[in-house]
């Protein structure tokens, strides 16, 4: 069974600052990831995706790394902005591609 | 385009009762999930269904029952609550195929007292 471990329940970085938000998994039969953010009282909304064909994928002030013999993922925010306080999801696929267990979260606070 | 939709936002129960989170998507998405999220933890699947009449078994389906007669609507019942079930409930579509994400209504808040 696929387990997904975010270890950081939470994060505090200055604004312009990077955060780095961290996720392992166990199975990696999978090969497509993904991120989601969540604000209070709002359901997640996705943020990025990677596929194991790469080892990063970048989106603006958004990037992420796949280090697939690690099993790790890790999600990078240059430079972090307030707007960005919210919890961070990490997502892999389990069985059926449309699955997916969902990580812990780690709470990230960015600090003006 | 409302995307995905559930109601209601908040609902306290009482041990026993019995109730339906409504979720509805218009955007015509075949895949359809239902997740719990309890304080400090990730998102559990509870069910998912791939298209209507087709339904399946999450992580923690105990508890609930689904049912899905039109590709917008995917409602969950719950039978006899119990403190248990006290979470956030979300409901989610997606496209079919992989490497898709899945849209997030705002949630429902359930409070069993």
Redesign the interface.
């Given at each position: 069974d696929q387990q997904v471990k975010q270890n950081s329940p939470s994060l505090s970085v200055q604004e312009g600052r990077i955060s780095i938000l961290n996720c392992d998994y166990t199975n990696s039969m999978f090969d497509y990831f993904l991120w989601y953010k969540k604000y209070p009282a709002e359901g997640p909304t996705f943020l990025i995706s990677i596929s194991s064909i790469k080892d990063k994928n970048e989106d603006g002030r958004f990037t992420v790394f796949l280090n697939k013999s690690a099993k790790h993922l890790s999600l990078h925010i240059v430079p972090s902005q307030p707007g960005d306080s919210a919890v961070y999801f990490c997502a892999v696929p389990t069985s059926g591609t449309y699955k997916y267990i969902f990580g812990t979260g780690t709470r990230l606070k960015v600090l003006a | 385009n409302a995307g995905?939709t559930q109601t209601p936002k908040f609902r306290i129960l009482k041990i026993g009762q019995s109730m339906t989170l409504q979720c509805t998507q218009d955007m015509n998405h075949n895949?359809m999930y239902w997740?719990r999220q309890d304080p400090?933890?990730?998102?559990?699947?509870i069910y998912?269904s791939?298209g209507a009449g087709i339904t399946d078994k999450?992580?923690v389906p105990n508890g609930y029952n689904v049912s899905r007669s039109t590709t917008e609507d995917f409602p969950l019942r719950l039978e006899l609550a119990a403190p248990s079930q006290t979470s956030v409930y979300?409901c989610?579509s997606?496209y079919?195929?992989?490497?898709?994400?899945?849209?997030?209504?705002?949630?429902t808040r359930l409070t069993v007292v």
């Amino acid at each position: 069974d696929q387990q997904v471990k975010q270890n950081s329940p939470s994060l505090s970085v200055q604004e312009g600052r990077i955060s780095i938000l961290n996720c392992d998994y166990t199975n990696s039969m999978f090969d497509y990831f993904l991120w989601y953010k969540k604000y209070p009282a709002e359901g997640p909304t996705f943020l990025i995706s990677i596929s194991s064909i790469k080892d990063k994928n970048e989106d603006g002030r958004f990037t992420v790394f796949l280090n697939k013999s690690a099993k790790h993922l890790s999600l990078h925010i240059v430079p972090s902005q307030p707007g960005d306080s919210a919890v961070y999801f990490c997502a892999v696929p389990t069985s059926g591609t449309y699955k997916y267990i969902f990580g812990t979260g780690t709470r990230l606070k960015v600090l003006a | 385009n409302a995307g995905v939709t559930q109601t209601p936002k908040f609902r306290i129960l009482k041990i026993g009762q019995s109730m339906t989170l409504q979720c509805t998507q218009d955007m015509n998405h075949n895949y359809m999930y239902w997740y719990r999220q309890d304080p400090g933890m990730g998102l559990k699947l509870i069910y998912y269904s791939v298209g209507a009449g087709i339904t399946d078994k999450g992580e923690v389906p105990n508890g609930y029952n689904v049912s899905r007669s039109t590709t917008e609507d995917f409602p969950l019942r719950l039978e006899l609550a119990a403190p248990s079930q006290t979470s956030v409930y979300f409901c989610a579509s997606s496209y079919p195929g992989d490497r898709t994400e899945a849209f997030f209504g705002q949630g429902t808040r359930l409070t069993v007292v």
